[in-house]
């Protein structure tokens, strides 16, 4: 009751805060018919070094209010994709006018000029979140979407492609702000072949507010995929060839078409890419006593060619001032091929070999992806603002692998296994959203969604002797799960002068049933669960002056199991290691907290807390013959103390600095056999220079290093980093733009750790064809729609004189 008696009166104190009188300017932004010009961006700017003070999107009417800063001469500049930005002429706070008009015109520069840096910083920090463009850097080009990840700052990817964001794991994933419904190997081979000429941005949300799902203890990172809403045809090519030890390519093709009240758009993308992963493990047995009672090395080389191919289409109708109507499927199909030699040698203490098996293995995996989505906004007079969305998706997976080992040996044996695992997954989700703008500074929010997911998964394993094949029916398996989510919240938010409040509640309810079928040595099973929670969240946001803000915020979050990790079939990772799912794992909770500053744009220093109890962790089991099982669950709580530092600022003219340092401390305490604690001190570092060496030539150097880190129980990573370089450069006119680049050039980014089992340890190295050399060309066409001329249309001599307008 107390938490909710502090809920209450902080709300009653916003509440109070919104009654105080502020002085407060309405922006508003027309386009060149000198109609309101809606989700133009508009930001505040200090006359003195254009530094960054604060920003805002306009409404369905063109306009965004400020609240008065901090006496000084300030700056508004108003942009828009396809725009040209547009700053107004110095105005002085405290303000004298109310409003201020701002024309902004066809970007023609858009067209001529390909941006190869210095027009957006690389790194922005938005009230809530951490916003990368991605176009920005040069390097990023002809990576994939995981690689921008794992570049990002404050981001790490462990072997099995999980991710961290902060030194917290489970992140929610989601695309164009809806979640992938994706985890584990699923996600990470939708991210590993996506390419990073699909993004625009990528936005790290460690709190987010009670508008997003709760799910994601470690927050949410959204990818935002490109699009244009130039008025006219217009659009875009890119062409990009890559070597690392063998061919890469990715292309794709963004098309636009925007006129009167129509806005078309599609876009395509074709990769085509070969890769490697070298695995070496050594894993050593001790008895009761610790001594080694045998060693087992393993060697594992591994390529595959990728296939990926994505489109998106989609139709945009402002069917009238108040309501827009879009409409939007998309598809994607993933082939991969791949083969693996293994060799796996057993030795006795001594070191010398008592055997050696050979494994070789073909693999094929097919990923397909189909999607819908139907969105209308509708303004409810000046103050009300309802939007609703509903999306299908469908995602049909499937992947064969066969395996061949070989007991190399003059009395030897040749044993297999050919196993084939198709699993379709559904999602059907509707969400609705309501604001209300109670008055110029406070608003309230609400809004509900619900989503069904239902999947199938089938496991067939089949046993190879020679010329025989026998079902394996003990490791067989289908399994089928449904799970519906029901979600309901509210946020107040209030802005003034000197103080921005937020304050929300969510409230989500889930059940789900599962159901593994038997065979005819096999019973059936079924198990399922239901529950709700209440997830609170909030910010309060402190400008002092023109220089310094402060922001404390906090959020609940939760973490479900993966339908994937529940199920309990057994999956093959090699001869002796195994992986397989636990029906078993509950949900695990975390607190999170923040309090950061933010100096001018130029360095922003945040201290998080967060504690997460019934934490997932990989467990690693012994089951006898030297097998060990990879598995997860439960294993109790982990703390994580975290403080970052980043910073942006121009060096010299020709010279732009962009950085950042996370440090993170965090302790594990569990119990899985006997009771483990463990804890470490890991740093993550990331930089980025960017050098303007000439009008229409960039060049760029950045890298990242991680020293030691712990997202699991029982393993521990090694240190890793990587360093890149480009340069980028403006061709045909402006209209074209040549980038080279390299990543990972020192080919130092490998995955190696150190793994505890129960009476085992193992060291392992995975290596990646990280090392990539790449070739771009970007080429943008089409001519924007001539202005038709007109009168004024009520833009009077005033109104120019109050605010710069063409």
Request: no cysteine; net charge positive.
């Amino acid at each position: 009751m107390n938490f909710f008696k502090s809920l209450l009166l902080l709300f009653l104190l916003l509440s109070t805060i919104t009654g105080f009188s502020q002085k407060k300017i309405k922006v508003i932004v027309l386009n060149e018919k000198n109609l309101p010009f809606e989700s133009a961006t508009v930001e505040l700017l200090s006359a003195k070094n254009l530094s960054f003070v604060k920003a805002g999107r306009t409404d369905k009417k063109g306009i965004v209010i400020f609240n008065q800063p901090a006496p000084g001469n300030y700056i508004f500049n108003a942009k828009a994709v396809g725009y040209e930005a547009h700053k107004t002429t110095v105005v002085k706070s405290p303000f004298v006018i109310s409003t201020l008009y701002i024309k902004i015109l066809p970007g023609s520069q858009v067209l001529k000029e390909v941006v190869i840096g210095g027009t957006k910083p690389p790194i922005q920090h938005i009230q809530g979140k951490v916003v990368l463009n991605i176009d920005a850097i040069i390097t990023n080009s002809g990576t994939t979407v995981l690689e921008l990840l794992e570049k990002s700052p404050g981001v790490m990817i462990d072997k099995e492609g999980s991710i961290s964001l902060q030194g917290k794991s489970n992140v929610l994933i989601m695309i164009d702000e809806k979640p992938t419904y994706l985890s584990g190997s699923d996600l990470t081979n939708l991210l590993s072949s996506m390419s990073s000429s699909q993004v625009s941005q990528i936005e790290l949300m460690t709190n987010p507010s009670a508008k997003y799902d709760a799910s994601g203890n470690g927050g949410i990172i959204n990818i935002k995929t490109k699009k244009n809403t130039q008025e006219g045809f217009n659009g875009s090519v890119n062409i990009i060839g890559g070597w690392s030890r063998d061919y890469k390519n990715n292309n794709s093709l963004l098309l636009n078409y925007k006129k009167g009240k129509v806005n078309a758009y599609a876009t395509t993308s074709y990769n085509a890419n070969n890769n490697f992963t070298d695995i070496y493990a050594d894993r050593d047995y001790f008895n009761q006593d610790n001594a080694t009672t045998g060693i087992l090395e393993q060697k594992t080389a591994i390529s595959n060619l990728t296939n990926y191919s994505f489109l998106k289409t989609g139709i945009d109708i402002y069917a009238s001032k108040t309501t827009t109507i879009g409409f939007s499927i998309s598809g994607m199909v993933i082939k991969r091929t791949g083969k693996s030699d293994a060799v796996a040698m057993w030795k006795k203490e001594s070191g010398s070999i008592d055997s050696s098996i050979s494994t070789i293995s073909t693999s094929l995996f097919k990923f397909n992806n189909r999607a819908a989505n139907l969105n209308v906004k509708q303004n409810i007079g000046e103050k009300q603002e309802l939007s609703v969305d509903l999306d299908a998706l469908k995602y049909s997976i499937n992947n064969n692998q066969e395996f061949i080992n070989k007991l190399q040996a003059t009395n030897g044996y040749t044993l297999g296994t050919d196993v084939d695992i198709p699993s379709t997954i559904k999602i059907f989700s509707v969400k609705a959203d309501h604001t209300l703008h109670l008055n110029p500074g406070s608003q309230l929010e609400s809004g509900f969604k619900s989503s069904s997911i239902s999947t199938d998964n089938i496991a067939d394993y089949v046993n190879l002797n020679g010329l025989s094949r026998s079902a394996d029916l003990n490791r067989s398996n289908h399994f089928q799960y449904r799970e519906n989510i029901s979600a309901l919240y509210t946020s107040f938010e209030h802005q003034s002068s000197k103080i921005n409040a937020q304050i929300g509640l969510r409230y989500e309810h889930t059940n789900y049933d599962a159901r593994q079928l038997g065979n005819s040595i096999k019973p059936d099973s079924s198990f399922s669960r239901t529950y709700g929670n209440l997830f609170p969240s909030g910010y309060l946001s402190y400008q002092a002056d023109s220089l310094n803000a402060f922001t404390i915020t906090a959020s609940r979050r939760i973490d479900r199991p993966a339908y994937q990790k529940l199920n309990p079939f057994i999956f093959i990772v090699n001869k002796y290691t195994l992986q397989r799912g636990n029906p078993y794992i509950i949900p695990q909770y975390s607190w999170n907290l923040e309090f950061s500053h933010r100096y001018d744009q130029l360095i922003t220093t945040t201290l998080s807390y967060s504690v997460v109890k019934n934490y997932f962790s990989q467990l690693f089991l012994s089951e006898g013959t030297n097998i060990l099982i990879y598995t997860d669950g439960n294993v109790g709580e982990m703390s994580n103390l975290g403080l970052s530092v980043s910073l942006q600022f121009p060096v010299t003219k020709w010279w732009s600095f962009n950085g950042q340092g996370n440090y993170n401390y965090k302790k594990l305490d569990g119990y899985q056999n006997i009771n483990y604690q463990s804890s470490i001190n890991q740093f993550q570092i990331s930089a980025s220079n960017q050098f303007n060496i000439a009008k229409t030539v960039m060049a760029e150097l950045s890298g990242f290093y991680i020293t030691k880190a712990r997202n699991d129980l029982q393993e521990l990573l090694y240190p890793t980093g990587q360093v890149s370089a480009g340069v980028s450069k403006t061709i045909l006119k402006g209209k074209g733009s040549l980038k080279f680049s390299a990543r990972d050039l020192f080919f130092t980014q490998a995955m190696e750790g150190l793994t505890d089992f129960p009476q085992a340890q193992e060291y392992f190295k995975l290596t990646r064809d990280s090392r990539l050399f790449f070739l771009s060309f970007t080429y943008r066409f089409g001519k924007p729609l001539k202005a038709i001329k007109r009168s004024n249309g009520g833009v009077t001599d005033e109104m120019k004189r109050a605010g710069s307008i063409n």
